[in-house]
Structure formats: C-alpha cells, structure tokens
C-alpha cells in the first residue's frame, strides 16, 4: 500500500523543453513540466553562468571552511536524489516502510532515460535496492519509483515534498519538480543548499550512511557499481552523490572523516570531472589541514543487509563487514542482551570509529551509535550491544586494558541514551 503522506498534487504546469546530451555516468533526458523560466537562465546569467560554485562545511558545527560562489544558482542533476534519499530515510525511521517494502514500478518509473537499472512497468523493487542504485549508479527508474512511492503515487507530489522539505532545511533557493534531476528549468539549487542537505543526512541519518560507501552492489545477479570515484581516490571519504547533465555540467557532493570530524565538501558546474575531483580533494585536503596518500589497493565496501534493525557497514580498514546499528533502527528490547558502553562523545565519527573498533577487536556483538541531546548540547553514543554477561565483562576488561574507558550495562538498563559515561571527545 502506499503510504499516506500530506501536501497536494501539483498542478499540471506547461513543459519547457532543455536539449542536454548523455556524458560520463549520468542521465539526460528532456525534462517533465516545469514553470516558465528567465532566457537568462540557460545563457549565462542563471543556473549556467560562467565558473564553479564550491563549499565547504564541517558537519558537526555547519561553519563554513570555504566557500565561492555558493549562492549562485545551479541545476542539481542527479544530485536531486539526496533529497529523494532524505526524505526515504525519513520514512524508514518513522516505520512507514522498510528496507524490505516492495515498491511498484509505473510506466513512467520505467520509460526514464538513459541511466537505469532497466526496471518494467508492473515490476517491484525493493526499498534497500533502489537506495542502494540511487547512491551507486545513479538509476533513475528506481529514483522515480521510489518518489512516486513516498508521494502516494506520484512523482510530483514526493517532488513538492522535497521542495518543503528543502525550505524547512534552510535551502531557500531550491525547488523541485523530479525525484531523479533529470534536466528540468525550474529546478535549481545552490552549493549552499546542498551542503545543508547532506549535513542533514549526515548528522541526522548515521546509520544510512553506509548506503553511500558502497562501491558495488549485486542486483538480480548483475553486479551494479558505483560511479563515485571519491570512494576510490580519497582516503576518508565516505560518499555521497555524483551529477551531471549538459546545462548542470559536472557536480559532486562528498563527505569524508579524518581523526573525529567530517567535512562535507559541494562542487558544482565544473567543465570535467577531472577538475571536479582535483577541486573537491583540494578542499578536503585544506580543511583536514594535509593530504594523505590514497592506499595502493582498492577497498570494496560491503552490500548492507535488509534486514533491520542491524545494518552492515564496511570497515574499511580490514576489508571485512561490521554490523551496526543506531537506536532509531535497533531498539535495545530488539537487540536483547548485555551491553559494552563505550563512551559518549561531542564528534559523531568518534563515536562510529570507537563502536566499529570494538567490534572489530571483539569479534562479537552489535556496534552501534545514536545521537543524544543533553543539557543543550548534542553528544553521540557508543556502545557493542547483543552480547552476554560474560562476553560484556570481558570486552569492557579487554578495552580497559588498551585504555579505553568501558563499563556493563544489564539488559534491563539497556540504552542508547544512558549518558553515565561522559568522558569521550
């Protein structure tokens, strides 16, 4: 069934074509029906005038690192799909779906062009794979089916979700009218906006950042994989999203931990993406304050799992899958067991690094981290749950040992949000 969601349809609005044509690994098409737009905006003046925008945001604290020309509007491309992705993780937090939901494929979900998985009218498919060919290949047959999921069956719908949304952000100077950024003149964005969009994702959505470190994905047994070249070229990075079409030029948005802080970096209308990538590692590099040599090897991340409410994510240093799972996904009574609390902390990626770490030493549990506010401020948890008295006591004897601070906690105290341990940074 389609979930009930509020707003009303759009209004059938008149259709102004855009000529674009396919580059690199991303969809062009002509666009659906959009308001009458200014000459000026595909001639210099507007979305397509001359240069680069580019931001940069520390997406603890939202400062702003760098920034040049991140007011100036832009067409988004595929880089729509954050929003598509955000409200998604919305409604699988809210219990509206799960990664398991069939959503059904439409005509129009399926005549998409060009960048697809090649899904048929009357096909299903699941809310796990069309994230994960969203955040891998870009698919705008799964974009769209999923958008005319979340806007009870239609597209234009879910996309005045996503403007609302957008605004409610704080992305003033955004509108949509797709789910996947096929070319449209009425959908623009800034490099400000978006940077406000993936720091909500981010911050507000950590266990589903995992959906954008994959590399590559089996889907009914073709392999699927990612266009991102971040994931491969720079250390840290944790993904987010690739777009381009004709007018939009070439845009990336990237998210990247180094030693407790995540930046996210907006690059947009650049005329390659060799200049793309060289621009956003450029960024990276000045706000981590040094740049770090990429390994010799390739490091594939791992496919996360249906199941909730653990998640799998890659551990990227060790090549293997780590489970984790965050309290909005994985409530304690679901997990059972004793727990390892291993500290509250002020930096969200601490907190993951610590709980993946645990995991990974112990070979045992559930890592698992959540975002708590407390006397004002907004602190992460870590803690590996699932396990027994024994194993709990040991881990915590264990992580003492090699000086992390760690202490039990009984399956009927069990709890994210227990802040008895307050010395993490």
């Not at 680069?52 to 007011?71: F, K, N, P, R």
């Not at 956003?280 to 390994?295: C, E, K, P, Q, W």
Request: proline share 5%; charged share 10%; hydrophobic share 40%.
């Amino acid at each position: 069934m389609m979930p009930a969601m509020a707003g009303l349809c759009l209004a059938t609005l008149a259709a102004s074509p855009v000529t674009a044509h396919t580059r690199h690994h991303h969809a062009i098409a002509q666009p659906a029906a959009a308001p009458a737009v200014d000459a000026s905006s595909s001639t210099g003046f507007g979305p397509t005038a001359p240069g680069a925008s580019t931001i940069l945001v520390d997406a603890q604290s939202g400062a702003v690192l760098s920034a040049q020309g991140a007011d100036t509007p832009r067409y988004p491309a595929s880089l729509t799909k954050l929003m598509t992705l955000d409200l998604a993780f919305q409604a699988l937090r809210d219990g509206r779906m799960t990664m398991d939901t069939q959503i059904p494929v439409s005509s129009h979900a399926s005549a998409v062009e060009p960048v697809k998985l090649g899904l048929l009218p009357g096909n299903t498919i699941s809310v796990h794979d069309a994230i994960l060919a969203m955040t891998t290949m870009s698919a705008n047959d799964a974009a769209t089916a999923l958008g005319e999921y979340l806007g009870g069956g239609s597209e234009a719908r879910c996309a005045q979700m996503m403007t609302l949304r957008a605004h409610a952000l704080g992305m003033a100077q955004t509108q949509f009218y797709n789910t996947s950024g096929l070319p449209n003149p009425g959908q623009v964005t800034t490099a400000r906006d978006l940077a406000l969009l993936a720091r909500d994702i981010v911050t507000t959505y950590p266990e589903d950042q995992q959906f954008f470190e994959v590399q590559s994905f089996n889907f009914h047994g073709r392999q699927v994989y990612s266009n991102n070249n971040m994931l491969k070229s720079y250390p840290g990075a944790t993904g987010m999203k690739t777009g381009y079409t004709n007018l939009a030029r070439h845009n990336l948005v990237t998210s990247a931990m180094r030693n407790g802080h995540v930046l996210i970096g907006v690059v947009l209308h650049e005329p390659s993406w060799g200049t793309t990538y060289t621009q956003m590692t450029a960024m990276l590099d000045s706000g981590f304050g040094g740049h770090i040599a990429a390994a010799s090897t390739q490091i594939a991340a791992a496919q996360p799992q249906r199941q909730a409410p653990v998640q799998r994510i890659a551990s990227r240093q060790t090549h293997t899958a780590t489970p984790l799972a965050v309290a909005s996904r994985a409530h304690p009574a679901q997990l059972g067991g004793w727990v390892a609390q291993l500290g509250v902390y002020t930096h969200m990626a601490k907190a993951r690094t610590v709980a993946l770490a645990a995991r990974e030493m112990r070979g045992a549990g559930v890592a698992r981290i959540a975002r708590v506010e407390h006397n004002g401020h907004t602190l992460w948890t870590a803690q590996l749950a699932g396990l027994t008295s024994s194993t709990a006591r040991q881990t915590c004897n264990a992580l003492s040992a090699h000086g992390t601070s760690c202490h039990v906690i009984p399956p009927a105290a069990d709890h994210l949000a227990m802040l008895t341990n307050d010395d993490g940074t």
